[in-house]
């Protein structure tokens, strides 16, 4: 008798190996049948809960790897937690019934097979993707992954018979509908999409099923079971329409916004506000963008130079949590050939619900205008959503938080060239700024540490 190789394997419900024999024998549904027979460079599984997405990873990647013996594998998770929960345990049953039977190594991250070595990576790190040649790349929670790793996975798919799968449930109307499904829907014959129904599954609840669907928002729903591509729901910005997504010439007076993280990507933002006399409203522009993970400060200095001197930036707005981080950027911004002393660095120590409030307040008046350059900018607004009525940070919102920074920054400190002619509206503000962060003239020593000079810390 054939025995089972996974106690419960979801979808693939009668997946079985018989003792002693390398071959596994499956018996997938018609969706997953076409998904295991494509040789389309990059494959998406774009299902429901319980569907079997993650379920037909494993064997699709075992296949690939009998496809390129001798080439190594790339697995890819959101986090490592959900590498642990999710993947390892449907893929090792797999592997130890087939002739990729190996030893895994915990602390590298790597399955040796006799054949080649399976890499695991996770969203959270794209640089550790850098340096790895794999044929066969899998995906799980794919939609899930910043746009910077989803870069970083194709910069990698430089193999011959390289060939990549994502498993995964929508998001939203982030990257991956942008730079995946709509290639698919366009033609491109490097791309595939094939949307699994919880329903497809036999052995998923019906009642559950058809719970959901009478109580769900309707968009919700069909993400959740069917896994269409849907406007995500509680999105933070949910007034952000893909109209704002359009070329804007930069004003001779440019801001920045910076975000730095030690886990999250360090962003650099660059905008510019339009004063209502010329225009009907206010018009806020996002003209570009930089955006990198696992960088020093002195990577960060080399990067952001080019955008300040591009777009004579002079005031730049940071996160006050990442004081430190930016005192030493600014040092390295000062070594040849960096040197600048006329850049205004102005902390933001407001709570995030403020600068939320104001850049919703934007974007429900049409009065942003996002350059296509912005891509991980234009991604965040797609993405960023609310858990529990609080903004929820677990989707990518690094370079929203910059611009956040940046528009605050702006109605805070005020736009020194406003157009206004209210002179005394504008000293008030400026004076408000001052008591705010504690700006120093800018002959002033700006590298002050001490809390009663005032400087960088003080009070």
């Given at each position: 008798?054939?025995?089972?190789?996974?106690?419960?394997?979801?979808?693939?419900?009668?997946?079985?190996?018989?003792?002693?024999?390398?071959?596994?024998?499956?018996?997938?549904?018609?969706?997953?049948?076409?998904?295991?027979?494509?040789?389309?460079?990059?494959?998406?599984?774009?299902?429901?809960?319980?569907?079997?997405?993650?379920?037909?990873?494993?064997?699709?990647?075992?296949?690939?790897?009998?496809?390129?013996?001798?080439?190594?594998?790339?697995?890819?998770?959101?986090?490592?937690?959900?590498l642990r929960r999710n993947v390892f345990p449907s893929l090792f049953p797999v592997l130890e019934h087939s002739r990729?039977?190996?030893?895994?190594?915990?602390?590298?991250?790597?399955?040796?097979?006799?054949?080649?070595?399976?890499?695991?990576?996770?969203?959270?790190?794209?640089?550790?993707?850098?340096?790895?040649?794999?044929?066969?790349?899998?995906?799980?929670?794919?939609?899930?992954?910043?746009?910077?790793?989803?870069?970083?996975?194709?910069?990698?798919?430089?193999?011959?018979?390289?060939?990549?799968?994502?498993?995964?449930?929508?998001?939203?109307?982030?990257?991956?509908?942008?730079?995946?499904?709509?290639?698919?829907?366009?033609?491109?014959?490097?791309?595939?999409?094939?949307?699994?129904?919880?329903?497809?599954?036999?052995?998923?609840?019906?009642?559950?099923?058809?719970?959901?669907?009478?109580?769900?928002?309707?968009?919700?729903?069909?993400?959740?079971?069917?896994?269409?591509?849907?406007?995500?729901?509680?999105?933070?910005?949910?007034?952000?329409?893909?109209?704002?997504?359009?070329?804007?010439?930069?004003?001779?007076?440019?801001?920045?916004?910076?975000?730095?993280?030690?886990?999250?990507?360090?962003?650099?933002?660059?905008?510019?506000?339009?004063?209502?006399?010329?225009?009907?409203?206010?018009?806020?522009?996002?003209?570009?963008?930089?955006?990198?993970?696992g960088v020093d400060n002195e990577e960060i200095a080399a990067n952001i130079f080019p955008l300040i001197v591009k777009?004579?930036?002079?005031?730049?707005?940071?996160?006050?949590?990442?004081?430190?981080?930016?005192?030493?950027?600014?040092?390295?911004?000062?070594?040849?050939?960096?040197?600048?002393?006329?850049?205004?660095?102005?902390?933001?120590?407001?709570?995030?619900?403020?600068?939320?409030?104001?850049?919703?307040?934007?974007?429900?008046?049409?009065?942003?205008?996002?350059?296509?350059?912005?891509?991980?900018?234009?991604?965040?607004?797609?993405?960023?959503?609310?858990?529990?009525?609080?903004?929820?940070?677990?989707?990518?919102?690094?370079?929203?938080?910059?611009?956040?920074?940046?528009?605050?920054?702006?109605?805070?400190?005020?736009?020194?060239?406003?157009e206004s002619g209210d002179t005394a509206v504008h000293k008030e503000r400026l004076t408000h700024a001052q008591e705010?962060?504690?700006?120093?003239?800018?002959?002033?020593?700006?590298?002050?540490?001490?809390?009663?000079?005032?400087?960088?810390?003080?009070?």
């Amino acid at each position: 008798m054939p025995e089972r190789i996974i106690e419960k394997p979801h979808s693939l419900w009668n997946a079985v190996v018989e003792k002693g024999v390398e071959n596994i024998y499956l018996f997938p549904s018609p969706a997953q049948q076409i998904i295991m027979l494509s040789d389309v460079t990059h494959v998406t599984a774009s299902g429901g809960t319980g569907s079997g997405k993650t379920s037909l990873g494993p064997f699709w990647l075992t296949h690939q790897m009998e496809l390129s013996l001798g080439e190594d594998a790339l697995v890819v998770g959101y986090t490592e937690g959900a590498l642990r929960r999710n993947v390892f345990p449907s893929l090792f049953p797999v592997l130890e019934h087939s002739r990729f039977k190996g030893t895994f190594s915990d602390s590298k991250m790597v399955y040796h097979t006799p054949f080649g070595d399976i890499y695991f990576c996770t969203n959270k790190n794209p640089q550790a993707i850098q340096g790895i040649h794999p044929a066969p790349i899998w995906c799980d929670e794919f939609a899930s992954y910043s746009l910077e790793t989803w870069k970083a996975i194709k910069g990698r798919m430089d193999r011959p018979n390289s060939r990549l799968l994502g498993t995964t449930t929508p998001y939203g109307e982030n990257w991956f509908l942008t730079d995946f499904v709509q290639k698919w829907r366009d033609g491109d014959p490097d791309y595939l999409v094939v949307y699994l129904s919880s329903l497809d599954n036999p052995t998923y609840p019906r009642d559950k099923y058809y719970r959901d669907q009478r109580e769900m928002d309707a968009d919700e729903f069909q993400m959740t079971h069917e896994g269409r591509i849907k406007r995500r729901h509680g999105l933070v910005y949910p007034d952000f329409k893909r109209e704002m997504v359009q070329e804007c010439e930069p004003r001779a007076k440019c801001y920045a916004g910076f975000d730095l993280g030690l886990v999250d990507p360090n962003t650099f933002t660059v905008g510019s506000y339009e004063h209502p006399a010329k225009y009907e409203k206010e018009r806020w522009c996002a003209h570009d963008e930089w955006c990198k993970s696992g960088v020093d400060n002195e990577e960060i200095a080399a990067n952001i130079f080019p955008l300040i001197v591009k777009y004579h930036i002079d005031t730049i707005f940071y996160d006050n949590h990442a004081g430190q981080t930016v005192l030493d950027v600014r040092h390295a911004l000062e070594k040849a050939p960096y040197f600048m002393d006329n850049l205004r660095w102005i902390p933001m120590a407001e709570g995030i619900d403020i600068g939320v409030s104001a850049l919703r307040g934007i974007t429900r008046r049409s009065e942003l205008v996002v350059d296509p350059k912005c891509e991980n900018l234009i991604d965040n607004f797609a993405t960023y959503s609310v858990l529990n009525g609080k903004p929820e940070a677990r989707l990518h919102t690094d370079s929203v938080d910059g611009l956040r920074y940046l528009v605050r920054g702006i109605q805070l400190y005020g736009d020194t060239e406003l157009e206004s002619g209210d002179t005394a509206v504008h000293k008030e503000r400026l004076t408000h700024a001052q008591e705010l962060f504690r700006l120093r003239p800018q002959n002033d020593d700006l590298y002050a540490t001490d809390a009663d000079e005032g400087g960088l810390y003080g009070n």
